[in-house]
């Protein structure tokens, strides 16, 4: 993995993955009627902190012993593989269209976190995405998998992200502090609810850190050998979330 970018691994006790282990309560709360099994994290543009809020989730529930898939679905612009510094040589386009078994080209990284990459882009992306086979290979995963977090592309962009997020069981926008255009945030949750996609929440990424912060409070260290804080942290953006 690109620890460097994944502060709930190489950081567990910096403000950024307590906002992750929040975010992880938060959701685990969020879906009252029965467990969260899948879900889709998208944004309305590229850039905006998607992957690094998906792969922070995914070591925070990797973390209560959540066997956890991390499944690329861009299969126009994948860079999953890329930032975490994978193969991409197979993945969910040799599954969709060649038969190949998932067990194969499934990788794991640390802490038994599983990816599941793009593999050769398809020239039919959507078509794949839509296919009974590709529900099929979600039933699949579900059987092997405490669960499946699917990296969307940006909603607007293509259709992909509106595909995907019927077929989970929630979906997660990301959206960039000072950089995400509140019009296409507007419209990207109008075109998720006209699928009737189950949103979850929002996640607010790239908040200053050293700003008045989440709710005009900061988060303080808890728990013992904790008294000095880590001043470097505060130097760094900080990753804050919530779910309304």
């Known amino acids: 993995m690109q620890q460097t970018q994944i502060m709930s691994l190489v950081n567990p006790k910096s403000l ?14 969020s879906t009252v009627a029965g467990e969260l099994k899948s879900m889709v994290v998208t944004s309305t543009n590229a850039s905006e902190g998607k992957s690094t809020t998906m792969c922070n989730l995914a070591v925070s529930f990797a973390q209560t012993g959540k066997k ?4 690329e679905g861009d299969l126009r612009r ?3 593989h890329t930032y975490l510094g994978l193969s991409n040589l197979n993945g969910v386009s040799n599954v969709l269209a060649q038969n190949v078994p998932f067990q194969e080209v499934i990788q794991s990284t640390a802490l038994d976190i599983h990816v599941l990459t793009c593999g050769p882009i398809p020239p039919n992306p959507a078509e794949l995405l ?3 086979r590709f529900k099929e290979l979600l039933e699949e995963l579900k059987q092997h998998f405490d669960l499946i977090l699917i990296d969307a592309p ?3 962009v293509v259709t992909d992200a509106a ?3 019927t077929l989970v069981d929630g979906t997660l926008m990301v959206v960039a502090s000072h950089q995400t255009d509140r019009d296409r945030a507007v419209r990207a949750m109008k075109l998720l609810q006209n ?3 189950k949103v979850l929440g929002t996640v607010l990424t790239m908040v200053p850190a050293d700003g008045k912060g989440y709710y005009g409070y900061q988060y303080y260290e808890y728990g013992a050998n904790q008294s000095t804080k880590d001043t470097s942290v505060k ?6 979330s919530r779910l309304f």
């Open 163 to 165: 595909i995907l997020s």
């Open 78 to 80: 994948p860079r999953l």
């Open 16 to 29: 950024e993955a307590e906002a992750y282990r929040t975010l992880r309560t938060n959701l685990q709360f």
């Open 235 to 240: 130097k760094r953006r900080g990753v804050f």
């Open 195 to 197: 699928v009737g996609a």
């Open 154 to 156: 940006p909603v607007g």
């Open 130 to 132: 839509n296919s009974n």
């Open 68 to 71: 956890v898939l991390l499944l």
